[in-house]
């Protein structure tokens, strides 16, 4: 049973950096496709990017692009989300979440889901 | 980008009733479809995938229908524990991969 876990709760000034971390366990790390969506207070869901680790390229959406960067650590089944240029918008909880990917097929729900960080910025 | 449309944005069900909450992708996505479920406080749920196949341990009171650009999420008889927000989810074509905006179940 796969398990994600993910760093604690941020504050950050607007203008700096945060980036949150995301451990698995239960599976192989190189057959997941770990995904980043976050939540605005009181807002819906937002797909920011993913990587899978057998492939280890990363995918952006197009607005986060240039300000988001998604990586993998395969020896300690970490993956990370750093977003720079922080302002008060992205005040938000940030979920990473599985997929499952081999090298010819993927299954691109997501399940399970890490619990959330909280990330707040202000000044 | 595809736009997923999630109607309605409320809906106000009696315990024991059937809801049924709907999505339309603004092109088609096959049957690459999810449905979550999110409680407060609590990260979301998968549901359905493949439009219509239930994920491990979920009730069978909760189902998935349709293919291409509208989906159905019925639940037949609403328990205490069901009233939340439901999201779809199209995983189709990407980047990015793209949610509704939520239908918020809420006791009548």
């Known amino acids: 049973q796969v398990q994600l876990v993910q760093s604690g709760a941020e504050v950050k000034k607007p203008g700096s950096s945060v980036k949150v971390s995301c451990k698995a366990s239960g599976g192989t790390f190189s057959s997941y496709a770990i995904n980043w969506v976050r939540q605005a207070p009181g807002q819906g869901l937002e797909w920011m990017g993913g990587i899978i680790p057998i492939f280890g390229t990363p995918n952006y959406a197009q607005r986060f692009q240039g300000r988001v960067t998604i990586t993998a650590d395969e020896s300690t089944s970490t993956a990370y989300m750093e977003l720079s240029s922080l302002r008060s918008e992205d005040t938000a909880v940030y979920y990473c979440a599985n997929g499952y990917c081999s090298t010819t097929t993927c299954r691109n729900w997501f399940d399970p889901w890490g619990q959330g960080t909280l990330v707040t910025v202000s000044s | 980008e595809i736009v997923m449309t999630q109607s309605p944005a409320t809906l106000s069900v009696s315990p024991g009733e059937r809801a049924t909450l709907s999505c339309r992708a603004s092109?088609?996505?096959?049957?690459?479809l999810a449905w979550y479920q999110q409680k407060p406080g609590q990260a979301p749920r998968l549901l359905i995938y493949?439009?219509?196949t239930r994920a491990t341990g979920i009730p069978a009171r909760f189902s998935g229908s349709g293919s291409g650009t509208d989906f159905t999420l019925t639940i037949s008889s609403l328990q205490s524990e069901d009233f939340a927000v439901y999201y779809c989810?199209?995983?189709?074509?990407?980047?990015?991969?793209?949610f509704g905006q939520g239908t918020k179940v809420e006791i009548k």
């Open positions: 493949g439009a219509s």
């Open positions: 989810h199209q995983y189709n074509n990407w980047p990015p991969w793209t």
């Open positions: 092109q088609s996505v096959s049957s690459n």
